[in-house]
């Protein structure tokens, strides 16, 4: 039997319009437009609602709109022609200039001119989804136009969304936070991590806030270390320009810190924006930053190499791929071991793995707890630990492992586990997914699950010093090499057996 928790919150945007740059892109193509498309027919848009898709390609509204039309079909399953009909009258396209400044004033008139058409009188937001470097441009000209002031209507507002990356080291994430600030307020700024945005994710804090059993142990006298590990089956495919400027571990850093502070921020006294944004700046403010004997001990990075199958053919290594120098020293995996030096978390050691290639796609976080003494049975010696896996993506579940008598007349014990499927009916698939949440609720002017500007200052300043040493002194942090669909260096692994654990 179920039992439905009498608690339901839901967030609902009012009338707006969007204006996406990058309309052209492929993430728009992929995510953004199914995303809008998804809510228009699950009925979550707003009442009164447009979007404005702008790129540099030279086409009309019409031409957009059927491309648009493929991308759904493509990209979203059974996208119904009524649907798609309804959704693309909503759509317009305008040829965007970013260099000229007239194209700032053209789009401030076009927009008026959608928002006298559509009854929404200046609630926008813009979303950049083009690449990194035109995102202050963007955004200095959309601040000369007027079109980030928030006046000119009752209940105006002006909000932008920005993809990852931002920055790519500490001083261009410092400069975009420092001129972005001349442009807009911080409470207009929504820094994208979808990581947050999943479902799996927010439900490590519902685990955490509304089951005693968890709450209470959840700290260093229960827990004996935390593992966070991401692994994806594709290499760069195709990316090449953008991850040999990153990396993995610049890639990848918000979405480990974003994770690593849902399962370890205390808990805030208010599940809205200031509440969580307070609770994750504390915990970071208490994260140990790894001196240069730190990264030399504690942190591994890898590239992989030629190896496994896919389809009957051996797979290129990344310095094999298009675009990708012969001699590129860029890490494609990353490994680490931090601390929190925090009331509940000294002396816990979190690692986290992240890398590209690897056997299977999945993002898992591991609580293992320490060893039971085994109490009237301490004779036995026990020999697993409680350990509660939580599956984020793709598999979404929850499995913890427990010690049990095993089934007989003798006194022996084994080691079962209990599974929770985070979806178990069918109506629980359909429900709006990460990049359907993040539109939502940046329409409705929620930041709780978006990333603060202080978070990118620490997130900076915590990487920073690594990839700094591995570039200036290789050889005291070499490059290790991976077979292709393999499971990382071995180094990793001896990450964790030097502590005598090992990964899950
Ligand atoms: N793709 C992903 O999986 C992914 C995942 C997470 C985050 N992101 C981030 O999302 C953003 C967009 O990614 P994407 O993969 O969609 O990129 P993309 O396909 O390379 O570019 C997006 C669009 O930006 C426009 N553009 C290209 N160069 C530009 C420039 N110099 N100035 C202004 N506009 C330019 C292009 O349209 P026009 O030529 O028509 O203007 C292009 O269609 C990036 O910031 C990326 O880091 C992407």
Redesign the pocket.
């Known amino acids: 039997m179920e039992h439905k928790v009498g608690f339901c919150i839901e967030t609902i945007p009012g009338d707006c319009g969007a204006v996406l740059?990058?309309?052209?892109?492929?993430?728009?193509?992929?995510?953004i437009l199914p995303a809008f498309f998804n809510l228009y027919r699950t009925k979550l848009l707003p009442r009164k609602f447009y979007l404005a898709a702008?790129?540099?390609?030279a086409m009309d509204t019409a031409a957009y709109r059927a491309s648009v039309k493929e991308k759904l079909k493509r990209f979203c399953g059974n996208a119904g022609e009524a649907d798609l009909a309804g959704f693309l009258e909503l759509v317009s396209y305008v040829k965007?200039d970013?260099d000229s400044p007239g194209f700032f004033t053209a789009l401030a008139a076009e927009l008026d001119r959608l928002d006298a058409g559509t009854g929404v009188f200046k609630r926008r937001f813009f979303y950049?989804?083009?690449?990194?470097?035109?995102?202050l441009?963007?955004a200095r000209r959309l601040k000369a136009a007027g079109l980030l002031d928030e006046t000119g209507a009752p209940g105006a507002w002006a909000r932008i969304l920005?993809?990852?990356?931002y920055g790519y080291n500490l001083a261009s994430a410092i400069e975009l936070d420092k001129e972005l600030a001349l442009n807009a307020g911080e409470e207009q700024v929504y820094r994208?991590d979808?990581y947050l945005m999943k479902e799996t994710i927010q439900n490590i804090l519902t685990l955490r806030s509304v089951n005693n059993i968890f709450e209470g142990t959840w700290n260093g006298r229960f827990i004996d270390n935390v593992q966070i590990t991401v692994f994806e089956d594709l290499g760069v495919e195709g990316?090449a320009d953008?991850f040999n400027t990153m990396g993995t571990a610049r890639d990848m850093l918000s979405h480990i810190f974003q994770m690593a502070a849902i399962v370890a921020m205390e808990l805030p006294a208010s599940f809205r924006d200031m509440g969580v944004k307070e609770a994750k700046a504390r915990l970071f403010s208490s994260v140990r930053k790894l001196s240069e004997e730190d990264i030399v001990k504690n942190t591994v990075r890898g590239q992989y190499g030629p190896g496994g199958k896919k389809a009957g053919a051996e797979l290129a290594g990344y310095r094999q791929g298009a675009g990708v120098t012969p001699d590129s020293d860029t890490e494609t995996f990353f490994a680490m071991k931090f601390y929190i030096d925090n009331e509940r978390w000294r002396g816990v050691p979190f690692y986290v793995r992240v890398g590209k290639r690897m056997p299977g796609k999945k993002t898992r976080i591991v609580i293992e707890y320490k060893k039971s003494d085994g109490g009237v049975f301490g004779f036995a010696g026990l020999d697993y630990t409680n350990v509660l896996h939580m599956n984020i993506q793709p598999e979404e579940s929850l499995i913890l492992s427990l010690n049990t008598k095993h089934p007989g007349p003798k006194l022996c014990f084994t080691r079962r586990d209990i599974k929770l499927n985070y979806r178990q009916h069918t109506e629980e698939y359909d429900v709006p997914g990460d990049y359907e949440r993040l539109l939502l609720d940046a329409m409705a002017g929620d930041q709780t699950l978006f990333v603060s500007s202080g978070d990118m200052n620490f997130m900076w300043n915590f990487i920073t010093p690594i990839v700094e040493l591995w570039r200036n002194r290789p050889e005291l942090a070499p490059l290790l090499f991976y077979p292709s669909l393999s499971a990382g260096p071995k180094e990793a692994g001896l990450l964790l057996k030097k502590d005598g654990r090992a990964w899950h």
């Open positions: 740059f990058g309309g052209t892109g492929d993430l728009a193509a992929r995510k702008c790129g540099r390609t965007a970013y950049l989804a083009t690449p990194p470097a035109s995102f441009q963007i920005i993809e990852k990356p994208i979808h990316r953008y």
